[in-house]
C-alpha cells in the first residue's frame, strides 16, 4: 500500500475497518506489516497509534486486537501518529 498516494487518515481507516468487519481479528505486527504492506516502522506507528485512541489493544503474546466497543476514530488517531512522528 503506498501511503503517500492515499493517506494517513485512509490507511488508519483501512485498518479500522479491517478490525470492525472481523470480529476476533488477532493480527501481530508482522501479520500486520504483510496484510496492508507497510514498512515496519511505520506500521508499528499506526498501531501504535490506534492503542494510544483506545481502538486496539496489544496482548501479552503480542498480537494487536480491537477493544471490546471500540469505534472508528480519524481525529484521535490521526493526533496520536502526528505525536509519535515527531518523537
Known sequence: MRVEAIGIDDVL?????EFVEMPGLR???AQAQRLWGLDREFCNKLLRSLVDAKFLEQTRDGA???????RPTRLA??????R???A
Open 13 to 17: 481507516q483501512r485498518i479500522q475497518g
Open 77 to 82: 488517531a490521526s493526533r496520536a501518529l502526528a
Open 27 to 29: 493480527l501481530t505486527a
Open 64 to 70: 494487536f486486537v480491537r477493544l471490546e466497543g471500540a
Open 84 to 86: 509519535n512522528a515527531v
